[in-house]
């Protein structure tokens, strides 16, 4: 097996890894409270990570140390909004679908925030996932937009704020401290937000304590790592698209696990979704080489 093929399954049992967390996560917080769950999670998780890069934070200035705890804080509201989302939902697949969009916002908030126009790939995906938006939130007596999913939509346009600041502040800061640090600044604002608006029960079922372990353990820190380890040998092209299967996988495992339904109306939704991730994903790459085909 090439190294190219292996980064590409390695890849893949990421975005199943990173389904099964939704459901992980689901399971843990009807037994904890939700940003309390969150700021535990990541905070063993960034420990989990910090024997690695002890180094480099040994190293790293103190004004990087800063900017990589402001981005932290963008990552950290961005999961407390989608926590909540998931506390209130009783659909998480087409939650994943509207998180799923927040690859399609970063252009779009790249735009005002430094200038950088959105390709032209943007404005011809941008019909198919506002129409997909739309049939997410049409009910059976029309127009029906819950709660869930304006905070679903909410914490996709801020973990899209949190990709733009990211991509700039990871050209000064090794990848891997920077997550680490994230994940723990993270952990940090769940504690202080569960904290300040929660109660935690008085006893945890020892159930609730296997989801939160392998939320923590699979869907945190094994994530990240096979996530770095198969974007190293990987083409970017490849890896989007991959990436993409995410909320597919989300669909099916809330299917399998809960026995969710979904209307031919909010399907299709999703359906449309997808298709505007993988139209402004690949696309260049088709243009590419349909003009190379064409000489």
Same mark, same amino acid.
């Given at each position: 097996?090439?190294?190219?093929?292996?980064?590409?399954?390695?890849?893949?049992?990421?975005?199943?890894?990173?389904?099964? /967390?939704? %459901?992980?996560?689901?399971?843990?917080?009807? /037994?904890?409270?939700?940003?309390?769950?969150?700021?535990?999670?990541?905070?063993?998780?960034?420990?989990?990570?910090?024997?690695?890069?002890?180094?480099?934070?040994?190293?790293?200035?103190?004004?990087?140390?800063?900017?990589?705890?402001?981005?932290?804080?963008?990552?950290?509201?961005?999961?407390?909004?989608?926590?909540?989302?998931?506390?209130?939902?009783?659909?998480?697949?087409?939650?994943?679908?509207?998180?799923?969009?927040?690859?399609?916002?970063?252009?779009?908030?790249? *735009?005002?925030?430094?200038?950088?126009?959105?390709?032209?790939?943007?404005?011809?995906?941008?019909?198919?996932?506002?129409? /997909?938006?739309?049939?997410?939130?049409? /009910?059976?007596?029309?127009?029906?937009?819950?709660?869930?999913?304006?905070?679903?939509?909410?914490?996709?346009?801020?973990?899209?704020?949190?990709?733009?600041?990211?991509?700039?502040?990871?050209?000064?800061?090794?990848?891997?401290?920077?997550?680490?640090?994230?994940?723990?600044?993270?952990?940090?604002?769940?504690?202080?937000?569960?904290?300040?608006?929660?109660? *935690? $029960?008085?006893? %945890?079922?020892?159930?609730?304590?296997? *989801?939160?372990?392998?939320?923590?353990?699979?869907?945190?820190?094994?994530?990240?790592?096979?996530?770095?380890?198969?974007?190293?040998?990987?083409?970017?092209?490849?890896?989007?698209?991959?990436?993409?299967?995410?909320?597919?996988?989300?669909?099916?495992?809330?299917?399998? *696990?809960?026995?969710?339904?979904?209307?031919?109306?909010?399907?299709?939704?999703?359906?449309?979704?997808?298709?505007?991730?993988?139209?402004?994903?690949?696309? $260049?790459?088709?243009?590419?080489?349909?003009?190379?085909?064409?000489?």
């Amino acid at each position: 097996m090439t190294l190219d093929r292996r980064a590409d399954l390695i890849l893949i049992a990421t975005t199943m890894l990173a389904a099964a /967390g939704w %459901i992980f996560s689901k399971e843990a917080i009807q /037994g904890l409270p939700p940003f309390g769950f969150i700021g535990a999670r990541f905070v063993l998780a960034s420990l989990c990570l910090l024997p690695f890069c002890y180094s480099a934070l040994k190293q790293v200035k103190r004004r990087e140390l800063i900017r990589a705890m402001g981005v932290g804080c963008l990552l950290g509201c961005s999961l407390l909004l989608w926590i909540f989302s998931i506390s209130v939902s009783e659909t998480l697949g087409e939650g994943a679908f509207i998180m799923s969009l927040s690859m399609l916002f970063v252009p779009l908030i790249a *735009w005002p925030l430094f200038r950088q126009r959105p390709p032209r790939m943007f404005w011809w995906s941008l019909p198919l996932a506002v129409g /997909g938006l739309m049939l997410l939130a049409l /009910g059976g007596a029309g127009w029906q937009q819950s709660a869930s999913q304006l905070w679903f939509l909410c914490a996709a346009l801020t973990l899209a704020l949190h990709f733009n600041v990211n991509s700039r502040v990871v050209r000064h800061v090794p990848p891997l401290l920077l997550t680490c640090i994230q994940l723990f600044v993270t952990g940090m604002i769940g504690w202080v937000a569960s904290l300040s608006f929660e109660t *935690w $029960p008085e006893t %945890i079922l020892l159930s609730t304590w296997g *989801w939160f372990a392998m939320s923590v353990l699979l869907a945190t820190s094994l994530r990240y790592v096979m996530q770095t380890t198969g974007q190293k040998h990987s083409t970017a092209a490849n890896a989007a698209i991959i990436m993409v299967l995410e909320p597919v996988w989300t669909v099916v495992l809330s299917i399998l *696990w809960y026995g969710e339904t979904m209307p031919i109306h909010k399907f299709l939704g999703c359906c449309l979704i997808l298709s505007a991730l993988l139209f402004y994903r690949s696309g $260049p790459v088709i243009l590419s080489w349909l003009k190379a085909k064409t000489r």
